[in-house]
């Protein structure tokens, strides 16, 4: 089993910027996939962005040039960076991890609410 511990979320004007972490535990050696997804009310959950464990990353067009993601995996953590928020990025995040030869998990959810 693998347990994600997910902080950062919060509300923060247009034009702010958050910062989110996930913490991964339990039981594997080492994590394949690395990403974050969200989830906007009446909407369906979509990728943000993720990251491999060879450090090539995938963002949405949507987050491209605003966002940035970043591991570390001696702490098994993973990070998203939001600058230039917008009220279209309001959403429930989740953290998704997929560790080697395992299947993917998910976070509990952290809501970022980006007011205009």
């Known amino acids: 089993q693998v347990q994600l511990v997910e902080s950062g979320g919060g509300l923060v004007q247009a034009g702010g910027s958050l910062r989110l972490s996930c913490a991964a535990s339990?039981?594997?050696?080492?994590?394949?996939?690395m990403g974050w997804y969200r989830q906007a009310p009446g909407k369906q959950r979509e990728l943000v962005a993720d990251?491999?464990?060879?450090?090539?990353?995938n963002f949405a067009e949507s987050v491209k040039g605003r966002f940035t993601i970043s591991r570390d995996n001696a702490k098994n953590t993973v990070y998203l960076q939001m600058n230039s928020l917008n009220p279209e990025d309001t959403a429930v995040y989740y953290c998704?991890?997929?560790?080697?030869?395992?299947?993917?998990?998910w976070g509990q959810g952290t809501q970022v609410t980006v007011s205009s």
């Open positions: 998704n991890v997929q560790p080697w030869n395992s299947r993917h998990y």
């Open positions: 339990g039981s594997f050696y080492s994590i394949n996939v």
């Open positions: 990251i491999r464990s060879g450090g090539i990353t």
